[in-house]
């Protein structure tokens, strides 16, 4: 199993920074990649930034220029740089890692638990 633990969220006001981090760990085989997905109550879960084992990255059109991502691939960790912060980007954010345990095993898609990231005066 690959248990991911989240860091970085809370209250910030509108125009400020946050910064999360996502740790992976577990007997993984290989990571394809890591990102953060964010979800508002009755929403859908949708992309906010992914990052692969190459450096390829994906953002959602609503972050980028804002928001930036980085890897450490000795540390199996994954950072979201959340810059210029606005009400909109209030929601929980999840880390997501696309790994396989084994060299025959398929990627499976694997979530932490969720991090609180509120926008707010």
């Known amino acids: 199993q690959v248990q991911l633990v989240e860091s970085g969220g809370g209250l910030v006001q509108p125009g400020g920074s946050l910064r999360l981090s996502c740790a992976a760990s577990g007997s993984i085989f290989n990571i394809y990649a890591m990102g953060w997905y964010r979800q508002v109550p009755g929403n859908r879960r949708d992309l906010v930034a992914l990052i692969t084992g190459g450096g390829s990255t994906n953002f959602a059109d609503s972050v980028k220029g804002r928001f930036t991502i980085s890897k450490d691939n000795a540390k199996n960790t994954v950072y979201l740089q959340m810059n210029s912060l606005n009400p909109e980007d209030t929601a929980v954010y999840y880390c997501?890692?696309?790994?396989?345990?084994?060299?025959?095993?398929?990627?499976?898609?694997?979530w932490g638990q969720g991090i609180q990231v509120t926008v707010s005066s």
């Open positions: 997501n890692c696309k790994a396989k345990l084994h060299s025959y095993t398929n990627y499976v898609d694997y």
